[in-house]
Structures are given as C-alpha cells and as structure tokens.
C-alpha cells in the first residue's frame, strides 16, 4: 500500500473560481480515488480512475493521471463555499480484491463568499 | 444511492468499558473494512474484512479489537477495553466487486 501526497496543504479561493488540487505517489497503481471528507464528517467518495484512463469527469470535478509521473489532479470548477473540505487522494496497486487504502494530510480547500 | 450506516453516531464511554459499533455495509459487496481518525491527525487502517475473515490488520488492531459479521448484514467493531487514547472517528467501509471503497459517516468514540 502507498499513501499519496496531496499539495497544496492548504488552499483557498473565491467562490466561483476553479480549484486545483495535485497529487503525487510512488509507485506503479492499478487505480487511484479521490475523497472528500467535510469537518468531522465522513468521507465522501468522489471519483476513481484507473491506470489505463487519463482524465475522467464528474459533474464540476475533472481528474487527470499520468502515470510516467505518477501524479494526478483534481480541478474543481465554479466552486462554492460547500466545496469547502479536505481531499485526499488515494493510490492503489490491487486490481481485484480487498485494498488497503493509506491517507494523507490532504489539501484544506476553503471557498470564500 | 446505496450507501454505509454506522451506530451509533456519538457514543461516550469510560475508560475500560467494551464498546460495540455497528455498520450496515452496502448491500451485496464483498469486503470490509473500518478505520479511524484521531482528531487532527490521519485517517488510518485498522482492518479488513473478507468471507468471513480477517484479510488484513494493521498494528493498532490488537487483541483488544475484535471484528465479526452477525448476521449477513451487519458489520461490527468492538473494542474489549477502551483507553483514553482510543478516543477517535471509527469509520466502516464497504467494497463491491470493483475498486471503489465507500466509507460511512463514522462514529464518534470519547473515552473518558
């Protein structure tokens, strides 16, 4: 299992102006998940993109993955003081069965009014 | 869409009780897991859960932890005796066929 490394730590925009959110990891991935996790709540799945994908859409969300530099990002558009949360990013070599997921710090977004 | 219950929501207790929590998976995956967060810190591993067995624990799993799957349904934690510093969000997570891991919305456990 490998963690992956979210930069920046902390980030904060205007409402309506797009968030980006980087990561990076170690070693060859089978798929890599990004989280959402609101203080003191859950943690929220947001998208999964696997090794053979380079970019994958959901809604306001766009993830990319290069695999030959073993980085992945998150953008966020039009972005609203609801999005205010941390995110992780999660990499994982497993292609079936049970995974081990290993987080974190996670970038602090916070969307100003 | 589907998605993990856990309970309680809050749960205070004292130092050396038992504590049981409790997770409704998804229905139909396949694989378990809880995790936990200390307050500021990050979340981590404790265990997984398949066919009725332990796949994989990690260090802070131990003998005062137990997993167990009743009854087809439900999934549950339970910790023999607590300490102060088992005080964390205790998350259970489930896993269908695919990779995609979903997480509840945790259980708050103080020791006190």
């Known amino acids: 299992s490998q963690q992956g490394e979210e930069d920046p730590q902390a980030l904060s925009i205007q409402e309506g102006e797009n968030a980006t959110m980087n990561c990076s990891y170690k070693t060859s991935i089978n798929n890599l998940q990004w989280y959402r996790q609101n203080s003191g709540r859950g943690l929220v799945h947001l998208i999964l993109i696997r090794s053979n994908e380079r970019e994958k859409h959901s809604g306001r969300l766009r993830v990319t993955l290069d695999t030959s530099k073993k980085s992945s990002s998150l953008l966020i558009t039009a972005s609203r003081a609801a999005d205010t949360a941390s995110y992780f990013c999660?990499?994982?070599?497993?292609?079936?069965?049970?995974?081990?997921?290993?987080f974190g710090q996670g970038t602090r977004l916070t969307i100003n009014p | 869409e589907p998605e993990v219950t856990q309970t309680p929501s809050h749960q205070v207790t004292q130092m050396g009780q038992e504590v049981i929590l409790r997770c409704v998976p998804i229905s139909n995956h396949l694989y378990f897991y809880w995790y936990r967060q200390i307050l500021g810190q990050k979340v981590e591993f404790l265990v997984s859960f398949y066919n009725n067995e332990i796949s994989e624990k990690s260090e802070i799993f131990d003998d005062q932890f137990s997993v167990e799957r009743p009854d087809g349904s439900n999934f549950t934690l339970k910790i023999r005796s607590t300490k102060l510093e088992d005080s964390a969000m205790y998350f259970c997570a489930s896993q269908g066929l695919g990779n995609t891991i979903y997480f509840g919305e945790g259980s708050w456990l103080t020791v006190v």
């Open positions: 999660v990499p994982s070599s497993i292609i079936q069965g049970a995974q081990k997921l290993v």
